[in-house]
């Protein structure tokens, strides 16, 4: 089934107070700028797995340890049936979903869930984004988050050239997993109920593609079959949890805002297009597997509220770029980690919650 939310939804949550006194079982207990419980319930104990995570685990202590002296990731204690309790979150995309994780690296692990590199890994704008918050923050579960998203991607290089040859397609991702752990070995024994499999892809597509001539509509229908051919390499491999993610107006980034009215009209119609296409395709995949279980997150919808009143969300206007926590754009093309902080409690909090962590 598709699952959608309108973005006020997300207005009224972030305007309740905190009510709960102790963090459950696998919830979030410490870490820097942490406000919410501190102490686990019964059974549990907040056990440090970095400078900015700390998370209720199985245990009878009651103190909280001190954060490792070194910013490099602990070494992992997990045993086989530890690494069992865990759920899996394979992510692909582009810039704004990337971390730095490489495959060859330490694999997420008890103590350090991105595994590599050092939290929050190498974002676009230097901060935490949206796979860091619902992987240390906005989930209810012990979480491994494989991030095989790469900056510049687009779906398949022989349809939109990357910026540099060197970038890594979804099609490069996706090969990537099915090489590495989609046989489900030993130290990632993930299942078809305990994954899911996220996709945000098509921004750079567009961003390269939209002022070219010829039907954008054929051509947006010529990426997403390349997209849901990868799709279904991930279903035979067997995942059965699908959360995609539409394109965000990016036509209103500061980026494309110093281009003329017309640039960035057509590019909007075209990112509306292939967002209508895009939700037929996951409907259509659905219907054609069985076991299926999917999840859209609508960022255009999520953007365009921000961006429509920016204040009434912390931001001072749409336009500005840089540092600072009331800026929304932490560059001209990527917004802010206090951005993406917005979308990870949006995709943890209420698109996920509940039905898959």
């Not at 204690?77 to 992510?91: C, D, I, M, R, V």
């Not at 996709?199 to 390269?208: C, K, L, R, T, V």
Request: glycine share 8%.
């Amino acid at each position: 089934m598709a699952f959608s939310t309108k973005f006020s939804a997300l207005a009224a949550i972030l305007a309740l107070p905190c009510v709960l006194a102790q963090a459950p079982l696998y919830g979030q207990c410490g870490g820097n700028g942490w406000t919410g419980p501190t102490t686990c319930v019964a059974g549990a104990v907040c056990n440090v797995q970095n400078e900015w995570y700390s998370q209720c685990v199985p245990g009878t202590a009651t103190t909280t340890t001190r954060p490792p002296t070194s910013s490099a990731p602990a070494p992992t204690t997990t045993s086989p049936s530890g690494s069992a309790k865990a759920n899996y979150w394979f992510s692909f995309g582009d810039s704004y979903t990337q971390s730095g994780f490489s495959p060859s690296g330490t694999l997420p692990n008890d103590r350090n869930p991105f595994g590599n590199p050092d939290y929050p890994g190498w974002t676009a704008t230097g901060g935490e984004n949206w796979v860091g918050y619902v992987t240390t923050k906005y989930n209810n579960s012990l979480l491994y988050t494989y991030n095989y998203a790469y900056g510049g991607a687009t779906i398949d290089a022989n349809l939109v050239t990357p910026y540099t040859p060197t970038v890594l397609s979804l099609t490069d991702q996706v090969n990537q997993f099915l090489s590495t752990v989609a046989n489900k070995p030993a130290s990632t024994p993930w299942t078809s109920a305990n994954a899911l499999f996220s996709i945000w892809i098509g921004i750079n597509d567009i961003g390269n593609s939209f002022y070219q001539s010829g039907d954008r509509g054929a051509f947006s229908d010529t990426l997403l079959n390349a997209e849901f051919a990868l799709v279904q390499k991930l279903y035979n491999a067997g995942a059965r949890n699908f959360l995609f993610v539409n394109v965000p107006c990016i036509d209103r980034s500061p980026l494309m805002l110093a281009q003329p009215q017309s640039s960035r009209d057509l590019e909007k119609s075209v990112i509306s297009g292939f967002n209508s296409r895009l939700t037929a395709k996951v409907n259509a995949f659905k219907s054609a597997n069985s076991g299926v279980k999917t999840w859209m997150w609508d960022s255009n919808a999520q953007f365009t509220t921000i961006l429509n009143s920016p204040a009434t969300y912390g931001f001072k206007d749409a336009t500005s770029y840089g540092s600072g926590s009331n800026i929304f754009w932490g560059n001209d093309y990527h917004p802010s980690s206090y951005a993406h902080k917005f979308f990870g409690e949006q995709v943890g909090k209420t698109v996920l919650s509940g039905t898959i962590w």
